[in-house]
């Protein structure tokens, strides 16, 4: 009887994860081939054979269907932290999780030729690149946030702020960085480098910046 009464709720599970994926992958196509500002709602709704009404259930604002797997990305980073291995800093975490993105080939730091389109779209939409701005902060404040726990800090600590903004920065430099090189030589490889290069020249400058903290 248990067993019966979950198995409807789990099919609603799986279905509204399907028609947001759907809805995400019709807009994503979209917003590539025309253009962030010259696609409408609507056209995202008809591409995605859902109304309207749909869509914003799904996504209260059009940057969010661009922007689908921001809220993962915070998850990424909060659940590093909350593994940290015992003897190992919370900001040296942060700095292991980007080699292992790398070496898992994860789509957050991937640097391809779907990604060059990716980062195109943004740069050409001037609604885009305030929404990245406003997700770095957001970013900066969920580091900040898991870095004060994993060491049994208050979330307000000015240490933990400091250290967020500086690894924020680190990876943003990082990853854009690691963009242009790919766009200029076509080689993945090459920008996987250069974006870990980075990480860890930053993280070493974070390390010294927050020395004596419970971060390092």
């Known amino acids: 009887m248990i067993a019966g009464m979950s198995m409807p709720s789990d099919l609603r599970t799986r279905k509204r994860l399907a028609t947001r994926q759907s809805i995400s992958n019709a807009a994503t196509r979209l917003f590539l081939e025309h253009g962030f500002d010259r696609v409408t709602v609507d056209e995202i709704a008809a591409a995605a054979d859902v109304g309207r009404m749909t869509v914003f259930n799904y996504f209260p604002r059009k940057e969010d269907m661009f922007f689908d797997r921001d809220e993962e990305a915070h998850e990424v980073l909060r659940e590093a932290l909350r593994q940290r291995a015992p003897g190992v800093s919370a900001i040296e975490t942060l700095r292991l999780l980007a080699h292992r993105l790398i070496a898992m080939r994860s789509p957050f730091v991937a640097f391809s030729a779907d990604s060059k389109g990716f980062i ?27 870095l004060a726990h994993s060491a049994g800090q208050d979330p307000t600590d000015p240490a933990a702020q400091l250290a967020a903004a500086l690894l924020v920065a680190t990876w943003t430099t990082a990853f854009l960085h690691a963009h242009r090189l790919f766009q200029a030589q076509r080689d993945t490889a090459a920008a996987n480098t250069a974006f870990l290069a980075l990480i860890d020249q930053g993280t070493l400058g974070v390390n010294a910046a927050l020395a004596g903290s419970p971060y390092v």
């Not at 001037?126 to 957001?138: H, I, P, Q, S, V």
């Open 120 to 146: 195109e779209t943004v740069e050409s939409s001037e609604t885009l690149k305030a929404r990245a701005r406003a997700m770095r902060d957001e970013l900066g404040q969920t580091v900040a946030t898991g």
